[in-house]
């Protein structure tokens, strides 16, 4: 019984943490108003459109920001730690649930960047790669983020030290929400 409560557990964990992951990603997207017609922009929009289109009639946007998106992705990880909780027959109490749903979805957003930044050192360090339709997203999501580390970080002579600054920071910041959401996480 037990294979098939970790083969339970596996499948819950990743499939919705894939698909929070997309909806995060599409939100982050949109707010640095990404190229939508980038083919993989064009594939989270089909994957998230059954639920964040008709969750858009309930929450709509404010500004730049997706609101449904949020909220939704904060759903799919409050019914994952429910689903994950009930699994383990873990007993929880719904306030610390609450609480530590909104870490991990902190701590998605965090390493969406944090990801983000690793693709653009690994493809600066290979060369070129003229053509790839990740590269121009990530650019975009990731630009916003640097811009004030290239404010007093400079170029030292080829190299750009600002991704390893801004992902230096981020990891702090992991520690930090960590630290705020210890108890439960």
């Not at 699994?87 to 965090?110: C, H, N, T, Y």
Request: aromatic share 10%; net charge positive; hydrophobic share 60%.
């Amino acid at each position: 019984m037990s294979v098939m409560l970790d083969i339970g557990v596996f499948l819950v964990q990743t499939i919705l943490s894939l698909y929070t992951s997309a909806i995060i990603l599409r939100f982050l997207l949109g707010y640095a108003r990404a190229d939508f017609y980038n083919p993989l922009s064009q594939f989270l929009v089909k994957i998230t459109n059954p639920v964040l289109v008709p969750a858009r009639r309930f929450l709509p946007s404010i500004g730049k920001l997706d609101t449904s998106a949020v909220a939704v992705a904060y759903i799919i990880i409050l019914i994952k730690g429910i689903l994950l909780n009930s699994m383990m027959s873990a007993g929880f109490s719904i306030v610390s649930l609450l609480f530590m749903s909104v870490g991990e979805l902190i701590s998605s957003v965090i390493w969406m960047y944090i990801i983000g930044l690793l693709i653009m050192a690994v493809i600066s360090w290979i060369g070129s790669a003229q053509g790839n339709p990740v590269l121009p997203l990530i650019n975009s999501l990731t630009a916003p983020l640097l811009a004030p580390f290239r404010k007093f970080i400079p170029p030292v002579g080829m190299m750009d030290l600002t991704p390893m600054a801004a992902m230096l920071a981020l990891y702090i910041l992991l520690i930090v929400v960590k630290g705020i959401f210890h108890p439960v996480f």
